[in-house]
């Protein structure tokens, strides 16, 4: 097998913007992995606040020598050997995971959740997120969500209940609520996720931060609300260490290094009773195809981090109204744009 790859940039359509910090777009590194003349493609996505960058995921590509490996039928070892190469680099281990796995199932012509047996008759609605914003330019996003039935909106400003108020004014629909760790307080944050509730929000993620371990599980025991893992639980080990302090997780493809991992975070996380949220960051539509192949699987999704970027190289799944409609493209489900 051949590895390439190339750093890309990611312009966003708006400036994101987050309790503590803002960016107007995203280093990624597009992967190829060619055999026999098929190429699969991957992705590592690798927001600022990740640790990971060109350099850290450059590196760790150098020091790969997939050409040991003929072809993708041990899949497993080839993960044991890219996860055991360095620990971290996530992001970089999950862009190798896609497109080992895109390779894999287009060797076989199929599309890969076929290969998975995952049923894909459930209908996909994903969110479509909402940064922190003013008056006007909350407006004007809310406008561009169309169709979406579900609003993805951050927290974690003084301003948290005035802007949901001004989102009232603007429509009803159900929100997701991330608060990326930006409340300190536990009472606090039970007397907001009360309030939230009456605002026809379904879900808060990440409300406090991801050390406060008692803090959270007091939270979770007492909320009107699902409470949702992100930045507290990024990899299998840590669902497994975890679990009991939320009562759901959002699993993203960054996080986890890739398709393989994510799969079994999502039969852990059902076996333990605990609700599924499929996430993703700023990302093309090769990452987003890859993670929607689980859908299906999942309760929430949150799959809009292709929807949000200006210069996408790739082609994925269609989205009409706020619904993903998977392709049975053979692989992941991308095209190369021409
Ligand atoms: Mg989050």
Redesign the pocket.
């Known amino acids: 097998m051949k590895l390439k790859y190339y750093n890309y940039s990611l312009e966003l359509k708006h400036t994101f913007r987050l309790a503590n910090y803002s960016r107007n777009s995203t280093p990624v590194v597009l992967i190829e992995i060619e055999q026999d003349g098929i190429t699969g493609y991957g992705e590592a996505s690798m927001p600022q606040y990740l640790g990971e960058d060109y350099n850290s995921a450059n590196s760790f590509l150098e020091k790969l020598n997939l050409s040991q490996f003929s072809n993708t039928d041990a899949l497993e070892e080839i993960f044991n050997y890219i996860n055991g190469a360095a620990e971290g680099n996530n992001a970089v281990k999950a862009g190798l995971d896609i497109a080992l796995h895109d390779l894999y199932a287009k060797r076989k012509n199929k599309p890969l959740r076929e290969i998975w047996n995952i049923d894909s008759a459930k209908k996909l609605e994903t969110s479509y997120t909402i940064g922190i914003s003013n008056r006007d330019e909350l407006k004007l996003k809310i406008d561009e969500a169309g169709e979406f039935k579900f609003l993805k909106i951050k927290l974690g400003s003084p301003d948290d209940k005035n802007l949901i108020r001004s989102i009232r004014e603007l429509t009803d629909k159900p929100l997701f609520v991330?608060v990326?760790q930006g409340w300190t307080d536990r009472h606090f944050a039970l007397e907001m996720i009360s309030w939230l509730a009456g605002e026809n929000v379904i879900l808060v993620?990440?409300p406090l931060a991801a050390d406060k371990i008692e803090d959270l599980f007091w939270l979770k025991e007492k909320s009107p609300l699902p409470i949702v893992a992100?930045?507290g639980i990024k990899r299998l080990d840590d669902l497994i260490k975890f679990k009991n302090i939320y009562s759901a997780v959002?699993i993203k493809l960054m996080k986890s290094a890739g398709l393989n991992e994510a799969r079994k975070m999502i039969e852990f996380a059902s076996g333990a009773g605990l609700k599924i949220m499929l996430?993703c960051m700023t990302e093309t539509s090769c990452g987003i195809a890859a993670a929607a192949q689980l859908a299906p699987l999942c309760d929430w999704l949150d799959l809009d981090g292709n929807l949000l970027i200006a210069n996408d190289p790739f082609i994925g799944h269609e989205v009409l109204n706020g619904e993903i409609f998977l392709n049975n493209l053979p692989g992941i489900g991308i095209t190369k744009r021409k």
């Open positions: 991330d990326n993620e990440q992100d930045e959002n996430g």
